[in-house]
């Protein structure tokens, strides 16, 4: 049994056959790449944001506790 048709490449001869494998591997490769850069760039922002968030969060909850703080002082 031929390598070609064991590795599931359609069962052509000649260079239109090679041709056509290169542009279908670089589209794959091309496919790939682009979808790494996506994942890449996707998780910085949501790390960014998720960053700001928990920033502003603390922040809240200090002012919140100061806030606290001061009016049990008022009180006394």
């Known amino acids: ?8 490449v359609l069962p052509m001869e000649g260079r239109i056959a090679d041709l056509f494998l290169f542009i279908r591997s670089l589209y794959y490769f091309f496919l790939i790449l682009r979808k790494f850069f996506l ?6 922002t949501s790390n960014k944001r998720r960053l ?5 969060s603390q922040r809240m909850i200090a002012v ?3 806030n606290k703080k001061k009016n049990l002082k008022r009180k006394n």
């Open 39 to 44: 994942i890449q760039v996707e998780s910085f």
């Open 52 to 56: 700001m968030v928990n920033l502003f």
């Open 64 to 66: 919140l506790f100061l």
């Open 1 to 8: 049994m031929d390598l070609k048709k064991q590795v599931g």
